[in-house]
């Protein structure tokens, strides 16, 4: 009885929210004396609550997205070729190939920006040629502090940098890479996220790496304030266990691409005179696109990373034709996710998930799900003749 009322409960909440969802959205497309396309869609009054305002927000955004069968893209980041220029990988980051392309945008907390913004400034850029890519990084930092010096050490627990790449954007076998001020790494690679069942394994994926600092690291004496790194990684070894074909990046492809760093509360130890972790503090995260939740390991959360081969653009924007069906896919993925934490299955019923119109109404994509049962299913929308699918795993891969 206790189950079946609070199903009784949930489908009546459930329905009330789809049904005023649906209810907006007809209302909106059934409206037809708008003077103009680009008129504002809503004048709803403000909300008092922060939390109806951000729910008003939402349903704004659902519908604006059916109208243009557009979402909003993550941060996305433009690699050039080197075109004959030369990096020499020693952490300083003084060439001319450095100096002629753009850095990142500033990084948050990785939980999003509603959350206080870093103190310590991060500036990323990346570079590619035909065998390698490239990535320096400068990070701003009064107490530049490392101990770990063993390979393979669990680098995040100190303060670091990190870097992940999908390259064939399947969400698995993506690669990690970890470096502190003292240049140690640890580079491993994930058959598919932990959430999601997955685990890792050891995997050499830097060829040439390189730290710089602008004083002694762990020394409060020295008045560091920054250290910057530069790491060299073979196509050929980021490409290890995916689908992707080996050589060198195609004319703006794109990868799924996440960067973090992790910072910890300091003080100076009173016996030696050096940096330690405050004692019973637990490490801040900022990343360049935030994934909402304090872990890096959400690679459908990530950012874009677009390799082109001409000269270098300031401000140039990366352009994925193919974002609107990964963005449903992982839509899907989430609803089907929140569906089985609470009714315990996933379903082939899509008005039971809690889906954005863009998905649900046909004019811009086609979902269809199958195989559903307590720990499966396969989800496949499609756009453009392009069959995009996803399943429990989070695992993705397309047919055409």
């Not at 909440?13 to 059934?30: D, H, K, N, P, R």
């Not at 195989?371 to 499609?382: H, I, K, M, Y």
Request: charged share 20%; with cysteine.
């Amino acid at each position: 009885m206790q189950y079946s009322s609070r199903c009784v409960i949930f489908g009546c909440v459930l329905a009330s929210a789809i049904c005023f969802g649906i209810g907006v959205v007809v209302g909106y497309f059934a409206h037809t004396d708008s003077p103009s396309e680009d008129a504002p869609i809503a004048t709803w009054p403000k909300q008092s609550s922060p939390l109806l305002q951000s729910y008003q927000d939402r349903l704004v955004q659902r519908i604006e997205e059916a109208k243009s069968c557009k979402v909003p893209q993550p941060r996305g980041y433009v690699a050039y070729h080197l075109n004959g220029k030369n990096i020499t990988v020693d952490g300083k980051l003084d060439e001319e190939a450095w100096q002629e392309v753009d850095h990142t945008q500033d990084f948050l907390d990785i939980r999003g920006e509603r959350f206080p913004a870093p103190k310590e400034e991060t500036r990323v850029k990346i570079r590619w040629d035909d065998t390698h890519v490239y990535v320096g990084a400068w990070l701003k930092e009064d107490k530049v502090w490392a101990t770990y010096d063993q390979k393979d050490s669990r680098i995040y627990e100190e303060n670091a940098f990190e870097v992940f790449f999908d390259v064939d954007k399947s969400m698995s076998m993506y690669k990690e890479i970890e470096i502190n001020a003292l240049g140690t790494t640890w580079d491993l690679m994930l058959s598919r996220a932990y959430i999601d069942g997955g685990d890792f394994t050891d995997w050499e994926g830097i060829s040439e790496k390189g730290v710089y600092t602008d004083g002694v690291v762990n020394y409060p004496s020295d008045n560091t304030t920054y250290w910057s790194l530069e790491m060299a990684f073979p196509f050929a070894d980021l490409i290890q266990n995916t689908s992707r074909p080996g050589g060198p990046a195609a004319e703006n492809e794109v990868w799924f691409m996440i960067m973090a760093r992790t910072e910890y509360e300091l003080q100076v130890n009173s016996t030696n005179g050096r940096y330690e972790q405050v004692p019973g503090t637990e490490a801040s995260w900022y990343s360049w696109q935030p994934t909402g939740a304090i872990a890096l390991h959400l690679p459908s959360r990530w950012g874009l990373l677009q390799f082109r081969t001409g000269s270098p653009v300031r401000n140039s924007m990366v352009n994925f034709e193919r974002w609107i069906l990964y963005k449903a896919l992982f839509d899907v993925f989430d609803a089907q996710q929140n569906w089985k934490s609470l009714i315990g299955a996933f379903t082939t019923d899509i008005p039971s998930l809690d889906l954005s119109p863009y998905i649900t109404i046909g004019s811009c994509l086609k979902l269809t799900i199958e195989g559903a049962s307590g720990t499966t299913f396969n989800a496949t929308v499609t756009h453009s003749n392009i069959m995009g699918h996803i399943n429990e795993n989070r695992y993705v891969s397309f047919t055409q």
